[in-house]
């Protein structure tokens, strides 16, 4: 098996239920929902037609996409990063 497929599948195990279990018990990510959920509250409120509540969802849709793929990607790089930090310190603590 590849590196690369190992931190594909602990990324994809963390990034899924372990993380949802983390946040569930994060402070801050509570309070932004908290606050996302006014602001959606707020648009409910501005009468949209039906074509743009979906313009609207749309966008929303596209950011949050942005923003998962993003994390995914930060958080494979960072996995990369920690994978080359372990091997580097094996070597200056067992040198060959």
């Known amino acids: 098996m590849e590196k690369k497929e190992l931190l594909e599948i602990i990324a994809q195990h963390r990034t899924v239920k372990a993380l949802d279990d983390v946040l569930k018990e994060d402070q801050d990510y509570q309070e932004a929902l908290a606050q996302q959920q006014d602001f959606f509250d707020c648009l409910d409120k501005l009468g949209l037609t039906a074509e743009q509540k979906n313009v609207v969802d ?39």
């Open 58 to 96: 749309q966008v929303i849709a596209a950011d949050n996409h942005t923003g998962a793929v993003y994390g995914a990607v930060a958080y494979r790089f960072g996995m990369e990063d920690g994978v080359r930090l372990c091997a580097e310190m094996e070597k200056i603590i067992c040198p060959q």
